[in-house]
């Protein structure tokens, strides 16, 4: 693994391929593991109540089956999870996380076991204090448990396009015919400027007038400098809908 | 390089959906290999779907397809790359027999660390309550311990059956989850570069070694013996085993960037570890079932001399478990 921006991984194979990764931040990982924790006590209060027949015949039995499930859960879950779900536990598929081998190899058996029993030392003095200051302070976000089992968490490649329709430039979007340009234009815009442009047409109504006029005079400004279209296909057309047009190009 | 888009997903895309099977049946059943021809067919799918992602890589328009890319990319990657030996199915044949007292053997240094550390822990818990008799009140951390060894002898050979009518079920569990939990944080702790079990097993011993020191100058002894041998003689060794894989772990970063890095070495320390713990979670599991169903139990209702024995015999059998079980003979070790 070669070095990497914040919250990436990037990997350089032996063939001089190169893919990152999105490392999953502490927030995300503490609501996945909220979620697990939910899961894991729904199941015990389920399981303790059907253990309320059992205890008719013998409370001493009850208890120790209650205990002792309880434990085998708390701890079995994660490593079980993980260990068949391909590196997720519920709380982290919902929350589209998924634990990686730090070289990006293949997950082990030893090292789910590794990483959930250092939840025990994660998880003090309250909260995951320790995972969660570890997760800060390391370059690849690891807790303690994925530093001694070579394990990072990564968050998963949202799948499908971005629902066009929102900012969709309408029937008639004037740079369309100019395909060399349109191309141009997709070289040249980076994908951080491409979705910066997407994220203004969908929250427009969240800026106030002026705002909203200054940041689109701006977005066009850029995109113009980069691949200037000819003066016929940009008359009379506002600033929003010139990045309109220009988000049209590069999604479609 | 200008890309247009659409063609190249419309062209590419049949050889990435292709991959993404592939790889779908070999992450189902990491047991399958593929044959000559397949593999050189995921090897092409996996040099095409890089070149692919180098292509898009540059591409403002394709953020999703760059990010599926990457994915599928660093799939293959996972599945063509991962030369460690494929793990074979958990068999617990296999774990008891050959493996656990394997890892354990394999890592003797660090148990008679343990075992050292320990004594010295026993050592200073005894002088400290021969020198202060009221240090029991600090170091002890159970109330049944804290009076007089006489008067609780004297106490629970008198009521038997106050004994016999107590719930073990769900004591036995107790001991079993709070044992583990003790043995796991002995582990985890090792990370602290063995610091963690250093300071575990000291106390532990403290502990041991003030009881014990304690009851003998009572002139309970066999109470003593009889009481802890049967369940002792799994639980102590098995939070020994605990130092040791904790110790195993803290050595490995303790020894700096020697043999490629810490982290490349715990790496190839981790599986014993992890061997370890689940030999000695099935220890203590054992050690709590007799605990609450046969330590407890004290003379007239059984004869000290045949908890004794049963401890002596169980310490023995451990002993010849851990030292023989699952030795290779000469002619089948590997060259």
């Known amino acids: 693994m070669t070095g990497a921006a914040t919250h990436t991984a990037e990997f350089r194979t032996p063939e001089n391929l190169v893919f990152s990764v999105t490392l999953a931040g502490p927030a995300i990982r503490f609501v996945a593991w909220l979620i697990d924790m939910l899961v894991i006590a729904a199941a015990a209060s389920l399981f303790g109540r059907m253990l309320t027949l059992l205890s008719v015949f013998s409370e001493d039995i009850a208890g120790a089956v209650l205990t002792l499930t309880y434990f085998a859960v708390s701890v079995g879950y994660g490593m079980a999870m993980e260990w068949f779900n391909h590196g997720q536990t519920l709380g982290k598929r919902v929350m589209r996380l998924r634990v990686l081998d730090s070289q990006g190899l293949r997950l082990r058996g030893y090292q789910v076991v590794i990483r959930n029993l250092f939840r025990f030392l994660d998880m003090l003095p309250a909260g995951y204090l320790v995972g969660g200051a570890a997760c800060l302070l390391t370059r690849r976000c690891q807790r303690l448990g994925d530093m001694a089992a070579n394990t990072i968490v990564i968050r998963n490649a949202e799948p499908g396009r971005p629902d066009l329709a929102k900012v969709a430039a309408g029937k008639f979007n004037s740079f369309l015919g100019y395909r060399h340009l349109g191309a141009r234009l997709r070289q040249q815009v980076e994908a951080g400027e491409a979705a910066i442009a997407f994220q203004a047409l969908l929250r427009r109504d969240e800026l106030g007038d002026a705002e909203r006029v200054a940041l689109f005079r701006e977005l066009k400004e850029h995109f113009a400098a980069l691949a200037p279209f000819p003066p016929e296909a940009v008359e009379g057309i506002p600033d929003e809908q010139y990045v309109r047009n220009v988000v049209d190009i590069l999604y479609r | ?335």
């Open chain 2, 1 to 335: 390089m200008i890309l247009d888009l659409d063609r190249f997903i419309e062209r590419e895309q049949p050889r990435w959906r292709e991959l993404e099977a592939m790889l779908g049946k070999l992450e189902a059943a990491p047991g399958v290999r593929l044959d000559l021809d397949g593999s050189l067919r995921l090897h092409y799918l996996y040099q095409k779907a890089g070149a692919d992602l180098a292509k898009v890589r540059g591409q403002s328009a394709a953020p999703q397809l760059r990010a599926y890319l990457e994915a599928l990319v660093a799939r293959a990657y996972a599945e063509i790359h991962e030369n460690r030996a494929r793990a074979s199915a958990f068999s617990p044949r296999r774990f008891f027999t050959r493996d656990f007292p394997a890892a354990f053997r394999r890592n003797l240094a660090a148990f008679w660390l343990a075992v050292a550390v320990t004594l010295a822990g026993s050592a200073a818990g005894g002088a400290l309550v021969r020198w202060d008799p009221e240090a029991k009140e600090v170091l002890l951390p159970f109330d049944h311990l804290m009076g007089s060894p006489r008067e609780r002898v004297a106490r629970e050979e008198g009521s038997p059956d106050r004994i016999l009518r107590q719930p073990k079920s769900y004591f036995s569990s107790y001991l079993m989850t709070n044992n583990i939990k003790v043995a796991i944080l002995t582990l985890v702790t090792g990370f602290a570069f063995g610091f963690g079990p250093l300071v575990l097993l000291f106390y532990n011993g403290v502990v041991l070694g003030a009881v014990a020191y304690d009851y003998l100058a009572a002139g309970q002894g066999r109470f003593l013996a009889g009481w802890l041998l049967p369940h002792g003689s799994f639980e102590i060794p098995a939070i020994l085993i605990a130092g040791q894989a904790g110790f195993l772990l803290g050595a490995q970063l303790l020894k700096g960037s020697r043999d490629g890095g810490s982290m490349r070495r715990l790496r190839a320390a981790a599986p014993d570890a992890v061997i370890l713990v689940g030999g000695l979670a099935a220890m203590l599991v054992w050690a709590g079932i007799v605990e609450a169903f046969f330590s407890q139990y004290h003379e007239p209702v059984l004869p000290y001399a045949v908890k004794i024995g049963f401890g002596c015999v169980e310490l023995t059998a451990l002993a010849a478990y851990l030292g023989w079980a699952g030795r290779r003979k000469p002619e089948e070790k590997l060259p």
